[in-house]
């Protein structure tokens, strides 16, 4: 069974751009939940999605954005780009939105801002 | 939220058991503890997660104390490719906290030949 598949892996952009990552779940799952990972806030929780609505958010400013597509297919969006959006950013998909079903991740995109 | 406490790094032997603790004494009675582990470069992989029972896979094995207040992630007989970063986590089961996991520091375990 593929695994959650992010794309691009890696993007250069300049500040004040905007950008927008994809995100392929695993083949039946219908929960996705995106991170974004820096060196020194760690893993952090942005957003998740379950039937097209975002369920919950974390707490990141508004340039952050999301939505999700009936095949379950997610896409982020972060507009005016700031030197400190460059990070890994996560994508993980579960079969719902149990606490008992397990996120399984992607292996990220690279955003990196000149 | 539930927090976990973690040691910040551990070592360990090629080919024999890694015992990785954490504690969680905060935990809840509908909160589940989970594991996830980083491997440089690429996202957490999922390991394994309980609520009350002990729990085995083909990764790992996950001992829960009858008081849920700690945990232990047995890597049974470690490689070298088990070097990573591990993270214990509870998920704090509350409608404010659907799709969310709370990651820590973890532990660095260094598997050593």
């Known amino acids: 069974k593929a695994g959650v598949t992010q794309t691009p892996r890696y993007l250069i952009k300049t500040r004040g751009q905007q950008v927008t990552l994809s995100c392929s779940p695993i083949?039946?799952?219908?929960?996705v939940s995106w991170y974004q990972q820096t060196p020194g806030q760690g893993l952090q929780f942005l957003f998740e999605?379950?039937?097209?609505?975002?369920?919950n958010k974390g707490n990141f400013p508004g340039r952050f954005s999301g939505r999700q597509f009936s095949n379950s297919r997610s896409e982020m969006n972060v507009s005016t780009l700031e030197l400190g959006d460059s990070a890994l950013y996560l994508c993980?998909?579960?079969?719902?939105?149990?606490?008992?079903?397990?996120?399984?991740f992607g292996d990220g995109t690279r955003l990196s801002i000149l | 939220d539930a927090k976990t406490t973690q040691p910040t790094s551990m070592d360990c032997a090629e080919g024999r058991a890694a015992n990785l603790p954490c504690n969680h004494s905060?935990?809840?009675?509908?909160?589940?503890v989970y594991w996830y582990r980083q491997i440089h470069s690429q996202g957490p992989q999922y390991i394994i997660h309980?609520?009350?029972n002990n729990e085995t896979n083909e990764m790992a094995s996950l001992i829960i104390t009858e008081d849920r207040k700690s945990s232990t992630l047995i890597l049974p007989h470690a490689t070298l490719r088990d070097t990573a970063v591990y993270y214990c986590?509870?998920?704090?089961?509350?409608?404010?906290?659907?799709?969310?996991?709370?990651f820590g520091q973890g532990t660095t375990l260094q598997v050593k030949p």
């Open positions: 993980a998909s579960s079969l719902g939105t149990g606490f008992n079903q397990p996120q399984h």
């Open positions: 083949s039946g799952h219908r929960s």
């Open positions: 999605y379950f039937s097209e609505t975002q369920r």
């Open positions: 905060t935990i809840s009675g509908n909160e589940y």
């Open positions: 309980g609520l009350k």
């Open positions: 986590i509870v998920r704090v089961a509350s409608s404010s906290n659907t799709g969310k996991l709370i």
